[in-house]
């Protein structure tokens, strides 16, 4: 079983900025990739920003310049460095890790989420 936490979310104001963190733990066999996805009141989930194993990064469009994801020591932990907040980007952060148990085996993750409020 792999368990995903997320922390840093919380209020700031229009312009500021935010990291998040989040770390996968228990029956990690390989890692494929980690990201990092949105939802907004009212909104499907959107992905945000993800990092494969091998380093390959893909942002949203929205987000692209501002936000920047990486990888923590341990290959385990991601980071989401946003900067220059909007109102718009206020929502539900979740991290998502997704890899292998074992050879066989394959997880695919959920944190329970991170408040993520810019007001205006």
């Known amino acids: 079983q792999v368990h995903v936490v997320e922390s840093g979310g919380g209020l700031v104001q229009a312009g500021g900025s935010l990291t998040l963190s989040c770390e996968a733990s228990g029956s990690i066999f390989r890692l494929i990739a980690m990201g990092w996805y949105r939802q907004g009141p009212g909104d499907e989930r959107v992905l945000v920003a993800r990092?494969?194993?091998?380093?390959?990064?893909d942002y949203a469009d929205s987000v692209k310049g501002r936000f920047t994801i990486s990888r923590g020591d341990a290959k385990d932990t991601v980071y989401l460095q946003m900067n220059s907040l909007k109102p718009e980007d206020s929502a539900v952060y979740s991290c998502n890790a997704r890899g292998y148990e074992n050879y066989n085996l394959q997880f695919d993750s959920w944190g329970q989420g991170t408040q993520v409020t810019v007001s205006s």
């Open positions: 990092i494969t194993s091998g380093g390959s990064i």
